[in-house]
Structures are given as C-alpha cells and as structure tokens.
T-cell receptor, first 112, second 113 residues
Framework: QKEVEQNSGPLSVPEGAIASLNCTYS??????FFWYRQYSGKSPELIMS????GDKEDGRFTAQLNKASQYVSLLIRDSQPSDSATYLC????????????FGTGTRLTIIP | GAGVSQSPSNKVTEKGKDVELRCDPI?????LYWYRQSLGQGLEFLIY????????KSGLPSDRFSAERTGGSVSTLTIQRTQQEDSAVYLC???????????FGDGTRLSIL
C-alpha cells in the first residue's frame, strides 16, 4: 500500500513569516511530486511540481525534494492571508503507473 | 473555457438510482483521470485514460462504477444503484501527457439521500 503522509494541522503562521509544509512517501520508485492548494469547497489547484533532488523555486514558493529520505516539502515565503488553504502533497511513479497518490493535506492558516 | 469542465456541479439523487457524471478535459490533453474526495478525506484515485490504451480501472471501488471516454475527449463516469457511501465530490483531471502535471475541474458534488 503506497502511502503519502502529511501532518493534518492546522498550522498557524503569522503574516509575512515562512510557512513550512512537509510530506513523506513510502514508495521508493516514486518519480514525480506535486503540491496542490485547495481552498474550502474548491478543487485542487497545482502550485508546484518537482522531479529531481534539490530545491525548485517559483515566486514565493520553494519545493524541496530528498529522494533518499523520501521527503518533499513546500516553503511559502512572505505568507499572506490568501495563502490560507489546505495543501495537498501528491506523488506518482510514472513508468506506466500515472495515478496520483495524495496525502490527506495540511490545513494552513495565515494570521494577519 | 480553457480548463477542465465537469457537469453537473451538484447532483442529489435517491439511493438505488443511477447517475452519470461528465468531464470535458482541456483541449489537447491526452490523459484523463477521475478521483473522488469524501468529506474530510484525501483524494482517492478511481480510473485513468491515456489515449487509445486500455484504461487503468484499478481504483474503481465496485462493479457499480464504470467510465468511458469517447473519441479520446469527453469522459462519463457512471454509478449504478447508488449507495449513501457514494456521496462525495467527484473530481476529473487531465494532463497533456501521462507524466505531466494534472489539472482539476471544479468537481461534481454527489449526494445520495
């Protein structure tokens, strides 16, 4: 059973601070890693994708991947109240098995 | 529109009825996925279509669930003899190719009375 684990939160972060969201996965052959943001009552929205070890930055977002530790994280700099949402970590194997396995999400609240 | 389109947005039906949910993927996307999200739960994979290949049905929870994709574009998810545990948001996603990021529609909220 492939698993993706996230702390459900809620994680509360002051406005302007860095929010750090973490995710671990059980399947060592996982190849692609994604972070989705989901506002209450809305569908998931892709924030970041990362495929190789290291950091990937896009604006205020940085994804970090460590395949040896089976760990992927998302950092949000200069957090804004509009960042308040549930963040979903998703993983897939590729190589013909393209379905995403999702974590249950971390609920993030940015405190003004 | 440019995104994944799903209909209906909401569906309320009685237990035992059949329902059909529709997904129109982003134009040019060859891969299409169905997931469902129950209240307070993570997203659960249901089925995946890639081009003309046989679909991956490994996530379908029972033989009451089926899906088809006609002409490599629009997909229909059918649930027969609905049960209360089928109540969930059914999400469709598409991607340009099978190893590319998936983009989600707004979902169909299904409620079984």
């Amino acid at each position: 059973q492939k698993e993706v684990e996230q702390n459900s939160g809620p994680l509360s972060v002051p406005e302007g601070a860095i929010a750090s969201l973490n995710c671990t996965y059980s399947d060592r052959v996982s190849q692609s890693f994604f972070w989705y943001r989901q506002y209450s009552g809305k569908s998931p929205e892709l924030i970041m994708s990362i495929y190789s070890n290291g950091d990937k930055e896009d604006g205020r977002f940085t994804a970090q991947l460590n395949k040896a530790s089976q760990y992927v994280s998302l950092l949000i700099r200069d957090s804004q109240p509009s960042d308040s949402a549930t963040y979903l970590c998703a993983v897939n194997e590729n190589f013909g098995n393209e379905k995403l396995t999702f974590g249950t999400g971390t609920r993030l609240t940015i405190i003004p | 529109g440019a995104g994944v389109s799903q209909s209906p947005s909401n569906k309320v039906t009685e237990k035992g009825k059949d329902v059909e949910l529709r997904c129109d993927p982003i134009s040019g996307h060859t891969a299409l996925y169905w997931y469902r999200q129950s209240l307070g739960q993570g997203l659960e994979f249901l089925i995946y279509f890639q081009g003309n290949s046989a679909p991956d049905k490994s996530g379908l929870p029972s033989d009451r669930f089926s899906a088809e994709r006609t002409g490599g574009s629009v997909s229909t998810l059918t649930i027969q003899r609905t049960q209360q545990e089928d109540s969930a948001v059914y999400l469709c996603a598409s991607s340009l190719m099978s190893n590319q990021p998936q983009h989600f529609g707004d979902g169909t909220r299904l409620s079984i009375l």
